[in-house]
């Protein structure tokens, strides 16, 4: 029957504008989404390799055998996460090292602004900064293309080192409580630091930052990145009672 037969003037269902529900062969015809995903990439994979570096040096401060093993272990995690995202990177014919290294200086600021004097001092810095990274992240991946949010959700799975260090810390402060006052005081510094070095690296990079507050296609919403930074905020103070320290 005719009237069960597709019209002959009938047009297909418009593929979706939402950039989430876009795969990237996609998404990625869009100039801007593509150089922000460079972006977020090549940030993302210089973080990895700079927490591989940060978790190999924190290793030589492990007071015991099983402690330092633990850490190399976690800090190989960290390097296969890296070539992960290098091989997406050569993948779409972007050079990996010419997109890290717009964030290389920010990153290592914030490392050399923050360099841990002890152990316990490493430990919080990892489980607090990285932790803050990632929220960071899982943030902006609910604004990218189906594959690409795959990828990143994938090398932001928690390689074992927050439970590490929360067993750690909590153990270090019920010896010794003393320690609670001054660890704090490091993970409240450390805190102002992420944060910082995150919004300046958003305010360098224009497509990056565009991309943020949903300006490439879903509509610009600068109110949203403030309730972004509201929600890694507490996200942290949870982390801090997890940690026995007042945030």
């Not at 069960?4 to 593929?15: F, K, L, Q, S, V």
């Not at 700079?50 to 492990?62: G, V, Y």
């Not at 360098?204 to 509201?230: I, K, P, Y």
């Given at each position: 029957?005719?009237?069960?037969?597709?019209?002959?003037?009938?047009?297909?269902?418009?593929?979706?504008?939402?950039?989430?529900?876009?795969d990237w062969a996609t998404a990625s015809a869009e100039p801007q989404y593509r150089a922000a995903v460079v972006d977020l990439l090549g940030a993302l994979a210089y973080g990895e390799l700079a927490a591989f570096e940060r978790l190999a040096e924190d290793a030589k401060l492990a007071p015991t055998l099983a402690?330092?093993?633990?850490?190399?272990?976690?800090?190989?995690?960290?390097?296969?996460?890296?070539?992960?995202?290098?091989?997406?990177?050569?993948?779409?014919?972007?050079?990996?090292?010419?997109?890290m290294e717009p964030f290389a200086k920010a990153l290592d600021d914030f490392h050399r602004m923050?360099?841990?004097?002890?152990?316990?001092?490493?430990?919080?810095?990892?489980?607090?900064?990285?932790?803050?990274?990632?929220?960071?992240?899982?943030?902006?991946a609910a604004r990218l293309d189906t594959d690409t949010r795959s990828l990143v959700l994938a090398v932001l799975d928690d390689?074992?080192?927050?439970?590490?260090?929360?067993?750690?810390?909590?153990?270090?402060?019920?010896?010794?409580?003393?320690?609670?006052g001054r660890l704090a005081l490091w993970a409240?510094?450390?805190?102002?630091?992420?944060?910082?070095?995150?919004?300046?690296?958003?305010?360098d990079r224009d497509a990056l930052s565009t991309m943020l507050v949903g300006g490439v296609a879903d509509g610009f919403d600068l109110a949203e990145v403030g309730r972004m930074f509201s929600r890694i905020t507490e996200a942290h103070t949870k982390r801090m009672a997890a940690l026995g320290l007042a945030a």
């Amino acid at each position: 029957m005719r009237s069960m037969e597709t019209p002959d003037n009938a047009t297909e269902t418009p593929a979706s504008t939402k950039i989430a529900d876009q795969d990237w062969a996609t998404a990625s015809a869009e100039p801007q989404y593509r150089a922000a995903v460079v972006d977020l990439l090549g940030a993302l994979a210089y973080g990895e390799l700079a927490a591989f570096e940060r978790l190999a040096e924190d290793a030589k401060l492990a007071p015991t055998l099983a402690d330092k093993a633990e850490l190399a272990k976690m800090a190989s995690a960290e390097f296969h996460h890296f070539e992960r995202l290098t091989d997406r990177l050569t993948a779409i014919e972007v050079e990996p090292t010419g997109a890290m290294e717009p964030f290389a200086k920010a990153l290592d600021d914030f490392h050399r602004m923050t360099a841990p004097s002890d152990w316990l001092e490493g430990l919080v810095k990892a489980y607090v900064g990285d932790s803050i990274a990632s929220d960071f992240y899982r943030e902006v991946a609910a604004r990218l293309d189906t594959d690409t949010r795959s990828l990143v959700l994938a090398v932001l799975d928690d390689t074992g080192h927050g439970n590490f260090a929360v067993e750690k810390v909590r153990a270090a402060i019920e010896a010794d409580p003393r320690l609670g006052g001054r660890l704090a005081l490091w993970a409240r510094r450390l805190m102002g630091e992420a944060l910082s070095q995150a919004q300046r690296v958003v305010a360098d990079r224009d497509a990056l930052s565009t991309m943020l507050v949903g300006g490439v296609a879903d509509g610009f919403d600068l109110a949203e990145v403030g309730r972004m930074f509201s929600r890694i905020t507490e996200a942290h103070t949870k982390r801090m009672a997890a940690l026995g320290l007042a945030a």
